[in-house]
């Protein structure tokens, strides 16, 4: 298999085309962007950590029923996937409200929520990810109802499956951000990355922060804190 | 019936107690503001207007089923009103894109929508009626699942009523935003009004804007176009 031109790059990987087009190489960076990229920065050894952890994640979530783009890990900093086309959607699960729905919407950051708020953003960095219900994404095309629907139940089953992964491994799942995509034929899967740039991870504990809120937070310890999270994944 | 104590002042309306418990009086006012009280202003004669559609509309609105607050009209910018706890909901149905959807999400105004865009804002100035969803409203514990239902069904049945009511006055109704309140034996009930500072009213042969449009865009005349809309509705 073989990597061919570049498809497209966005703020966190790099998407390669590969001699069989059903498949593309994902190579994970060490950029890191924070409010709509906004603040640029990078964190070291991310890429290596975000391609390793996503790698175990997918291969985890698969085992439990959820299909997903990830085919393998290649090297140190990048993955074979399904090649998909993916809805332009942000599909987010927040378990404890933290980061912009608490400015959004007054709620205090921990505070647990009875059950979770899913929630869907327009993937649009034009237009800063907006909030939108099921209504606009039909009206706008991005999926259709029965889409949608597909990709709630995924979400909520995968919300469940990583809740308790990650409580085994003392680690609260505050919130995270999905992306879905469509194979050439035709069937929904889990695609892009888990990692701590698109979870907020807590340790059960302390509290302490493990994920890119150390980043768009300046509270230090960035690398040390995906390492940890990394280690605690392979564990 | 007699008019007591002030119980609160909104931007466009006051509402009064009265000696019965469950009624209270609201008085329109001539006050306008746009984008969230950042622009304020006045518009002469809106209060006894608006006061006079919503009476008509409301009635309409009764006779074809749908239970409402209101009781009757006791003077030019008067009404009496059942009393209700509001939910704190802006209720909104788009039929075509305008306004802070076209901002928000990219749209072109003037596109016809295939189906209704129904949106819920959270109602708090504070944070400037962000748009939410059902999970949103059902954690901040702004109604519960099953009154959400309810408020969402009623709200479509108003829409197709409304659209074709317009249309027959040479109205292409855009969009509008309602409450809905709860009285005091717990029925769910559609309150506030319905009036050019709430809806979006394009006159179907011209395309012309007869509603608080022209106070948010300064295109003139804005106090004919209220007496324009309310003369279609009394005709
Ligand atoms: N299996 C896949 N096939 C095609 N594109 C993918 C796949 N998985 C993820 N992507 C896309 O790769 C792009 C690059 O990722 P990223 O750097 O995170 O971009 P962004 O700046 O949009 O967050 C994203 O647009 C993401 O949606
Ligand atoms: N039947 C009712 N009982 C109690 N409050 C009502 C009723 N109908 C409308 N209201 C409330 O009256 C308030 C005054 O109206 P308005 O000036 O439009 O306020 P706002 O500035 O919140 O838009 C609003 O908060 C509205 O929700
Ligand atoms: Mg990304
Ligand atoms: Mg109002």
Partial sequence: MEKLEQLYEGKAKKVFKTDNPNEFIIEYKDDATAFNGEVKGSIGGKGVINNKMT???FTMLEEKGIPTHFVKV???????????TIFPLEVIIRNTAAGSICKRLGLEEGLKLKSPIFEFCYKNDDFGDPVINDYHAIAM????????ET????TFKINEILKTYFLEKGIN???????F??????????????????CRFWDVKTNEKLDKDRFRRNLGHIEEAYEEMLKRVQA
Avoid: C, H, W, Y
Avoid at 141 to 148: D, G, M, P, S
């Fill in 181 to 198: 995509g469509k194979t050439s034929d035709g069937q929904i899967v889990l695609a892009d990355e888990i990692s701590p740039d698109t």
């Fill in 74 to 84: 290649l090297s140190e900093n990048e993955q074979l996937v399904k090649a998909v």
């Fill in 151 to 154: 990709i709630r139940e995924m």
């Fill in 141 to 148: 095309k991005l999926a259709t109802a029965e889409e949608i």
């Fill in 55 to 57: 790698g175990v994640i």
């Fill in 173 to 179: 799942l505050v919130d995270f951000k999905i992306e």
